[in-house]
């Protein structure tokens, strides 16, 4: 009989079978791992959801000249250049000009602006002719409470409208 080069059928079976083992082994680590992160990966893409739309909120209310509150929990923001930006919160959604703003899967639980009493003051101090830069500030409080299956995030921050004034003439 001749000698030949190669493996026996039994050979190739048990490095199947010890391939197979050690992939199950790999397999379930790696499953065990991504349950065990799977919630904080939830947290933080709540937290970025909440941090991107309170920028988002600042950066469209520090560059608008005015703000108006509309029927419909409506907050519309005018720009100097004609431009409008609408802010539209229904059925925990909340919407920048007709466009969803955050994830399906995250709730808006809360959503408020609330001009401060920086405001009146300014109201007041323009209709009575008596404005002075020191309190041209307008400011608005925003309040975003986004909702996860584990846990409601709330935030409140201030943003405040700048109001561009011309130099004085020398």
């Known amino acids: 009989?001749?000698?030949?080069?190669?493996?026996?059928?039994?050979?190739?079976?048990v490095t199947l079978l010890v391939t197979m083992i050690l992939g199950?082994?790999?397999?379930?680590?790696?499953?065990?791992?991504?349950?065990?992160?799977?919630?904080?990966?939830?947290?933080?893409?709540l937290e970025d959801h909440v941090h991107l739309?309170?920028?988002?909120?600042?950066?469209?209310?520090?560059y608008a000249e005015q703000l108006f509150r509309e029927a419909g929990g409506r907050w519309t923001m005018t720009y100097s250049s004609g431009r409008?930006?609408?802010?539209?919160?229904?059925?925990?959604?909340?919407?920048?000009?007709?466009?969803?703003?955050?994830?399906?899967?995250?709730?808006?639980?809360?959503?408020?602006l609330t001009p401060s009493r920086e405001e009146t003051r300014y109201a007041l101090r323009q209709r009575e002719g008596r404005l002075d830069?020191?309190?041209?500030?307008?400011?608005?409080?925003?309040?975003?409470?986004?909702?996860?299956?584990?846990?409601?995030?709330?935030?409140?921050t201030r943003a405040a409208l700048r109001q561009q004034r011309p130099w004085p003439p020398l």
């Open 1 to 13: 009989m001749k000698q030949q080069d190669g493996y026996t059928l039994i050979e190739l079976m």
């Open 24 to 45: 199950g082994v790999l397999f379930t680590t790696y499953l065990a791992a991504t349950q065990w992160l799977a919630p904080w990966r939830r947290e933080i893409k």
């Open 53 to 62: 739309i309170t920028h988002r909120l600042a950066a469209d209310l520090t």
């Open 84 to 112: 409008r930006v609408t802010y539209r919160y229904q059925d925990s959604t909340l919407f920048r000009n007709g466009h969803r703003l955050h994830d399906v899967t995250l709730p808006v639980a809360a959503f408020r």
């Open 133 to 156: 830069d020191a309190h041209s500030l307008i400011q608005v409080d925003i309040h975003l409470a986004l909702q996860s299956r584990e846990r409601t995030l709330a935030v409140t």
